[in-house]
Every structure is written in C-alpha cells, then in structure tokens.
C-alpha cells in the first residue's frame, strides 16, 4: 500500500482523475464546440467570397450607358500629335485629323523702358478695363506721382494678379431704421435660377433694425450659407456710412447676383475679377529694363484680351496706347509694345486651334476639343508636319477591358461555387466533414449558382441573346464558369454589345438576380449573417461550459489531492510508531 501513496503516484492518481473527467465530461463539448467553430469559420470564408461575387455583379448590373458593356477605346495612329478618349456608348467609327495650328493664349506686352526712369505725373487713381471671353472687370491702381517705369509697372501687375469680383451695396446711415423685407440669390460660377442658388432672405417688417445691424445679419447669413463668398460690413471712414460688400474668394470664380432689393442695389451677372482674367508679369529682357506682360488664362479668339484706359493714362504711359489696344497692333520687335498673336477675326487669327477634320477645316478655342463628337474628346498637343500623313482616329468597343472585367466575375463566381461544392460533400471520415455537408442554405445557394449560370435569362427579346454560353461562356458542373470560345465573346461584345448588357443587367439578368440574392444573405440581418452568429453564440456557450467544467475537475482533483496528501502524513506517522514498537520490542530481548 504504501507504494500507493508515493508522491509520484498520488500525482498519477490525480491525473487519472483528471483525464477520465476529461474524456467522459470535456472532450464532447470541445467536438460540438469545434463542430460550431468550423461553421462558423466556414460560413465567413463563404461570406468573403459572396461579398467579392456580390461587388462584381454591382459593377454589371448597370443599365445605363455608364454600363462597362458600352466602354469605348480609341486607337491614335500619332499620340506625339493629338490624343484620344471616348465615354462609354459613344459612336463606334472613324476618323481623320490633322493639326494645322493649336490654340493659343492671347498675349500682350508693353514697350521696353529704362527701369529708373522716374515718373512724377501720375499720382492718383487709374482705372484700367479687362477683358476676355464673357467678362469684364475693372482695375484700379494707385500711383504717388513717386514711381519709375518698373515701379508703375510692378503695381500694374499686382493689382491685376490681386483683383477679385467684388460687388459693393449701396451706403447707409448706420443709425438709421431699416423695416423692408425681401431676398436676393447669389450664385458662385453659375446663373441665377438654377437649383444651385442660394437665396438669403430677411425680414424687419415688424421688428426693424438699424442698417448698421442690417449689415451685420446680411454678413452673418452669407458667409453661414453661401460657399466662396466673403462678406463684409465696409465702413466709410469719412463718412461712416455702411455698406455690403461681397468678395469672391477664389479668383477663378465668378458671381451672379439677382432679386436684390432697391436699398442694397446689387445685381450684377457673371462678375469675375480681372486675376480670373489674366495673368499678368513684370520682367527685364535686359539689364535696367522692364517690360510688361499680360496673358489671358483661357485660351482661343473668343477669350482674346480687350482693354482700355478708363481713367487715368497708367497703359498709355507703358506703351499700351488706346490705338494700339483698339486697333491690336502686332509687336513690331523686341523693345516695341503690342500684342504677339494676330486676331484680324474669328476665321483669320493666331489663337484658335485650327483643325481639318475628315476633310472639313474647324477652329476651337481650346486644345482640348470635347464638342466635335459625341462623347469623344481630342487632345491636341503638337502640329502636323507637312510631311506628316492625317492621324487615324478609330473608336471601338474595348473588348480587351470588358473581358478583363468578364474574368474577374468568373473568378468570383468560381471562388464562391466552387467553395460550397468542395464543403458541401463528406469523404466518409466523421473528422473530415465538409462546414456545410447537409446544411439547406448552402444547397439553395449553390443551386441558385448553378441555375445561373446554365439557366436562361427571362424576359428578353425573342431572338436575343438569353445564354451565357451564347456568348461563349460555358458552365462545368466540377470548375464552374470558364470562357471556351473567346472569339465568341469578342464577337458579341463588338456586334452586339446591348444584348449582352441586357443578358447580365435586365430586370432578370444574370447581374440583377445575383445581385439581389446575395443581398438578402449579405445583409445585416441576412440569413449568413443570422447563421454565424447563432454558430458563434453556440461556440461561446460551449466555451463557458468548458471552462466552468475545467474549473470544477481542477478543484475536485485539488480535493483529492490534499485526501490523497493527508493518507501519506497518517501512513507516515503509523509507519514511524510501528518502527518505534518494533526497536523498544527488539532492545527488551
């Protein structure tokens, strides 16, 4: 007995315990909590793969022209001279081109002066007048009567680069009592009365309000609800007289405003400020000498530059006379003043960009042509060469990237049909059981794939397309969707591009249909969704259950332990009394 009771057998008998414990309470919980685990790991490896197939269909079940089917590609047979796109259903065709001159920015330069001269008779305040395309603005410079040539020039130049549309009210008494009602609309790049207007409104029919505060409520309101517009209360500082004044922010943009009442006094159409206009440069082509420059930011005859001298003389003292400006007199040379492009008009002028296209000669205003074909915008970035043959433009249907596309559907497809096949299937090891083995919502999704992609596509028009196999699609019960006839495909994407559309995003469309299954699995609250989460609950219940069993072997193994543990101390102790009656026995003889 007392080899029974040995350290090494009391932990001997205690691990038996344990793992008969294990065995008979544990260990059929950890195979029904793997069981849970393994769905519900397999049925969010399924989920991935649904997503991705689900993302695909998005991208086909377009109905539209935007749809991929109608995507265009363009051929240029010389990209160092112009350059293509096409949007999707644009005309399938044809063409020639060649440049004979591209488009040009209007440019200006005044005389060439001596930098230090110095200009003692223009002090005070010289309004000058751009002009280019639908807008006109006016400039103010102000000069001390102590400016050079370079001087004058360099403040020229800052006030153009600087000016912005600016809309100034009417001024007012700030103490006195305003009580009108009404509302005006300020329109950013646009023309009142479309839906991107914003009306500011106000009211002081019954409690009325001095302009002072007037103002103040115009400026709070504005510059809350209208973007790229500054507001401001302006202050007379002779007077002190209040007025609205309204700032376009960004220099490019123009303003509208309209309905304005009679005491703000404010409508103005398409403002925009001359920086929006042009740009304009102080430079020294040689040493003490500076020369003036102004170049319009849109390009062509239509956006050429027109200005004056409104008051004040400041272009007339740097060359530019009103003759000059009037009559657009050409730069004779280097040092002269006047303009670098000719314009006689809108058939014979250096700026536009001159094209023959098919034979037909055609200018624009730009070298990005977008209002020659439907959907198709030309790029030009070079002249031809006389020598040069006219480029060949050709439009098509983009078959490389719609079967890329194409490709990317099958393999989402196969991804997921293929996933449910293999787990959906036991090698007749209870061990080795497929996640969804059995399991009614992974039939009905691989029965849904399978009709899919064999089954006909409803609602057609008698004689169109219905197949996927029709279009060289085929379907193995074993691999899934694959392309056995490329030329097939190729075909009915150049020939028939809408039918294949329709085959994949009708109203019973192949894109449609999957689209739409999928989404009820998918959602939140889809039934993979339910189903993972009851699996995941499941896992946690046998988790718990698992670790409170633990738990209580541990402390039952403890118990015995400390029994086992006091059996060795009374063993012990009956062993050393006996042994000392056996030598007291021994010693009496």
């Given at each position: 007995?007392?080899?029974?009771?040995?350290t090494?057998?009391?932990?001997?008998?205690?691990?038996?315990?344990?793992?008969?414990?294990?065995?008979?309470?544990?260990?059929?919980?950890?195979?029904?909590?793997?069981?849970?685990?393994?769905?519900?790991?397999?049925?969010?490896d399924l989920?991935?793969?649904?997503?991705a197939?689900?993302?695909?269909?998005?991208?086909?079940?377009?109905?539209?022209?935007?749809?991929?089917?109608f995507?265009?590609?363009?051929?240029?047979?010389?990209?160092?001279?112009?350059?293509?796109?096409?949007?999707?259903?644009?005309?399938?065709?044809s063409?020639?081109?060649r440049?004979?001159?591209?488009?040009?920015?209007?440019?200006?330069?005044?005389?060439?002066?001596?930098?230090?001269?110095?200009v003692?008779?223009m002090?005070?305040?010289?309004?000058?007048?751009?002009?280019?395309?639908?807008?006109?603005?006016?400039?103010?410079?102000?000069?001390?009567?102590?400016?050079?040539?370079e001087?004058?020039m360099e403040?020229?130049?800052?006030?153009?680069n600087?000016?912005?549309?600016?809309?100034?009210?009417?001024s007012?008494d700030p103490?006195?009592v305003?009580?009108?009602?009404?509302?005006?609309?300020?329109?950013?790049n646009?023309?009142?009365?479309?839906?991107?207007?914003?009306?500011?409104?106000?009211?002081?029919?019954?409690?009325?309000?001095t302009?002072?505060e007037?103002?103040?409520?115009?400026?709070s309101?504005?510059?809350t609800?209208?973007?790229?517009?500054?507001?401001?209360?302006?202050?007379?500082?002779?007077?002190?007289?209040?007025?609205?004044?309204?700032?376009?922010?960004?220099?490019?943009?123009?303003?509208?405003?309209?309905?304005?009442?009679?005491?703000?006094?404010?409508?103005?159409?398409?403002?925009?400020?001359?920086?929006?206009?042009?740009?304009a440069?102080?430079?020294?082509?040689?040493?003490?000498?500076?020369?003036f420059?102004?170049?319009?930011?849109?390009?062509?005859?239509?956006?050429?530059?027109i200005?004056?001298?409104?008051?004040?003389?400041?272009f007339?003292?740097?060359?530019?006379?009103?003759?000059?400006?009037?009559?657009?007199?050409?730069?004779?040379?280097?040092?002269?003043?006047?303009?670098?492009?000719?314009?006689?008009?809108?058939?014979?002028?250096?700026?536009n960009?001159?094209?023959?296209?098919?034979?037909?000669?055609?200018?624009?205003?730009?070298?990005?042509?977008t209002?020659?074909?439907?959907?198709?915008?030309?790029?030009?970035?070079?002249?031809?060469?006389?020598?040069?043959?006219?480029?060949?433009?050709?439009?098509?249907?983009?078959?490389?990237?719609?079967?890329?596309?194409?490709k990317?559907?099958?393999?989402?497809?196969?991804?997921?049909?293929?996933?449910?096949?293999?787990?959906?299937?036991?090698?007749?090891?209870?061990?080795?059981?497929?996640?969804?083995?059995?399991?009614?919502?992974?039939?009905?999704?691989?029965?849904?794939?399978?009709?899919?992609?064999?089954?006909?596509?409803?609602g057609?028009?008698?004689?169109?397309?219905?197949?996927?196999?029709?279009?060289?699609i085929?379907?193995?019960?074993?691999?899934?969707?694959?392309?056995?006839?490329?030329?097939?495909?190729?075909?009915?994407?150049?020939?028939?591009?809408?039918q294949?559309?329709?085959?994949?995003?009708?109203?019973?469309?192949?894109?449609?249909?999957?689209?739409?299954?999928?989404?009820?699995?998918?959602?939140?609250?889809?039934?993979?969704?339910?189903?993972?989460?009851?699996?995941?609950?499941?896992?946690?219940?046998?988790?718990t259950?698992?670790?409170t069993?633990n738990?209580?072997?541990?402390?039952?193994?403890?118990?015995?332990?400390?029994?086992?543990?006091?059996?060795?101390?009374?063993?012990?102790?009956?062993?050393?009394?006996?042994?000392?009656?056996?030598?007291?026995?021994?010693?009496?003889?």
């Amino acid at each position: 007995m007392a080899d029974y009771l040995t350290t090494s057998a009391v932990d001997s008998l205690v691990k038996s315990y344990q793992s008969a414990q294990y065995s008979r309470r544990v260990y059929p919980l950890e195979v029904r909590q793997q069981k849970f685990s393994t769905l519900s790991s397999g049925w969010g490896d399924l989920k991935t793969k649904l997503t991705a197939l689900k993302t695909t269909a998005s991208d086909f079940k377009t109905a539209t022209d935007s749809s991929l089917f109608f995507t265009r590609s363009v051929s240029v047979s010389n990209e160092s001279v112009l350059t293509a796109t096409a949007s999707s259903n644009s005309p399938q065709s044809s063409y020639t081109m060649r440049v004979n001159q591209l488009a040009k920015s209007d440019l200006i330069v005044s005389e060439t002066q001596a930098s230090d001269t110095a200009v003692t008779t223009m002090a005070g305040t010289h309004t000058i007048q751009i002009g280019s395309g639908n807008y006109t603005s006016n400039v103010d410079v102000e000069l001390t009567g102590t400016e050079t040539n370079e001087t004058i020039m360099e403040k020229l130049s800052l006030a153009i680069n600087a000016d912005k549309a600016v809309s100034l009210s009417d001024s007012f008494d700030p103490t006195a009592v305003f009580t009108g009602t009404g509302s005006f609309t300020i329109d950013i790049n646009d023309v009142v009365g479309t839906d991107t207007a914003e009306t500011i409104s106000y009211d002081y029919g019954t409690t009325s309000k001095t302009y002072s505060e007037v103002m103040d409520d115009l400026v709070s309101n504005i510059n809350t609800n209208v973007n790229g517009v500054l507001a401001e209360k302006i202050i007379d500082d002779i007077t002190g007289f209040v007025s609205l004044q309204l700032t376009v922010e960004d220099s490019d943009d123009s303003i509208t405003i309209g309905g304005t009442s009679t005491f703000l006094n404010m409508d103005v159409i398409n403002e925009k400020g001359a920086s929006g206009l042009a740009n304009a440069s102080l430079f020294s082509p040689a040493t003490d000498q500076s020369k003036f420059s102004i170049t319009s930011k849109e390009s062509g005859y239509d956006n050429r530059l027109i200005m004056s001298d409104v008051s004040g003389s400041i272009f007339n003292q740097i060359g530019l006379t009103s003759a000059l400006l009037t009559g657009r007199t050409i730069s004779a040379d280097d040092t002269s003043a006047g303009f670098i492009y000719s314009s006689t008009s809108s058939t014979d002028n250096a700026l536009n960009a001159k094209v023959a296209f098919n034979g037909i000669n055609i200018q624009r205003n730009s070298n990005v042509i977008t209002d020659l074909v439907d959907s198709v915008t030309f790029n030009l970035s070079a002249v031809n060469k006389v020598e040069d043959p006219d480029v060949s433009i050709s439009v098509k249907v983009d078959t490389e990237s719609i079967t890329a596309d194409i490709k990317e559907f099958i393999t989402n497809f196969n991804n997921t049909y293929t996933y449910i096949k293999n787990n959906s299937y036991s090698s007749g090891d209870k061990d080795n059981r497929g996640a969804f083995v059995g399991d009614s919502t992974a039939r009905s999704l691989m029965s849904t794939l399978t009709n899919l992609a064999m089954g006909q596509v409803s609602g057609l028009q008698t004689g169109n397309l219905s197949y996927l196999s029709e279009i060289g699609i085929s379907f193995s019960p074993a691999t899934g969707l694959s392309i056995s006839d490329s030329s097939k495909l190729e075909t009915s994407l150049e020939e028939n591009a809408s039918q294949v559309a329709d085959l994949f995003s009708s109203t019973n469309g192949i894109a449609n249909t999957l689209y739409d299954t999928l989404d009820n699995y998918l959602g939140v609250d889809g039934s993979i969704s339910n189903l993972i989460k009851s699996y995941d609950s499941n896992v946690t219940y046998y988790n718990t259950k698992i670790e409170t069993i633990n738990k209580s072997i541990d402390k039952t193994a403890d118990i015995l332990r400390g029994q086992y543990e006091s059996l060795q101390m009374q063993l012990l102790t009956l062993t050393y009394s006996y042994n000392s009656m056996n030598a007291l026995s021994s010693g009496g003889y």
